[in-house]
């Protein structure tokens, strides 16, 4: 059986007492740690909380290994329990998807324990999930890579009065150009994109598109480490929350669609 187990989105305490009962059960157990991190990071020291409090050795599962190496994963969990853990919830990635289809058509049976993910835990803002559009991704740009094609989603929902989730990109454990041409792998050190980055950049296309899908003075929420301790969330106009510290990663993005008096009532606790 292969087990994929939800984390939640605080630390080692907020899997559930199924996904415990699973990982426990397992004779291998692994750590997706690219689409997304718990609050408590990867340093050895919370990998180690981890380990204690479900009483396994956890490998952690990087980009490499999940993209190219997954079917190690598939052909253990064909003869013996495997836990896969996923930070969220376990569908709140494409990626893990794919797992189970591979899984699947490997003959391999898959157990899903659900559990929180931005996707709902973002609803602490006060906006109400279900006058949410598409949510988008924002790429770190580049000298040479700027791409904006999450700017239309924005613009549909913004035409249609819906707020718009916009995820910020992480990068953890990635090759450097330099290294790939050389054909031996360097790797960049980790990167988690910031509100105030990601404010930047769409403003940027913004001025470049003209579309008027939003721009300084629009409505947005600034969320950092949902759903830990330490959470901070900020609403005002976009250009404002380019003067918050956010603090430590991971953050997260809404542009403030048409809202509810209950929204707005809720919103003012959050305003600058």
């Not at 981890?50 to 994963?73: F, S």
């Not at 969990?77 to 494409?94: K, M, N, Q, R």
């Not at 899908?213 to 409505?219: I, M, Q, S």
């Not at 976009?238 to 603090?247: A, C, Q, R, Y």
Request: glycine content about 8%.
């Amino acid at each position: 059986m292969l087990y994929i187990v939800g984390l939640g989105l605080g630390d080692e305490r907020d899997i559930t007492v199924r996904g415990l009962d699973a990982v426990r059960s397992c004779s291998k157990v692994y750590m997706e740690a690219y689409t997304s991190l718990l609050s408590l990071g990867l340093d050895p020291a919370a990998l180690a909380n981890l380990e204690k409090l479900y009483g396994k050795e956890i490998t952690v599962a990087d980009r490499e290994m999940v993209e190219e190496r997954v079917d190690q994963v598939l052909l253990e969990a064909a003869d013996t329990d495997v836990a896969f853990l996923v930070v969220g919830d376990p569908f709140g990635a494409t990626t893990h998807t794919d797992l189970v289809v591979r899984a699947k058509k490997m003959g391999v049976q898959v157990k899903v324990i659900h559990n929180a993910s931005v996707m709902n835990a973002v609803g602490v803002c006060g906006l109400q999930l279900y006058r949410y559009g598409e949510t988008i991704s924002i790429p770190f740009f580049t000298e040479e890579w700027r791409p904006d094609s999450f700017y239309e989603k924005i613009q549909n929902n913004s035409r249609l009065g819906l707020h718009t989730l916009c995820l910020l990109d992480i990068r953890v454990k990635e090759p450097t150009w330099e290294s790939l041409a050389r054909g031996k792998k360097v790797y960049e050190p980790p990167r988690f994109m910031t509100v105030n980055t990601a404010i930047i950049q769409l403003l940027e296309v913004e001025e470049a598109r003209g579309g008027s899908a939003y721009g300084k003075d629009t409505l947005c929420i600034g969320v950092a480490r949902l759903g830990s301790d330490d959470q901070k969330i900020v609403a005002g106009p976009m250009e404002k929350l380019l003067d918050v510290d956010f603090g430590p990663p991971l953050h997260c993005l809404i542009i403030v669609g048409e809202t509810h008096p209950l929204e707005e009532e809720m919103l003012e606790f959050y305003k600058m």
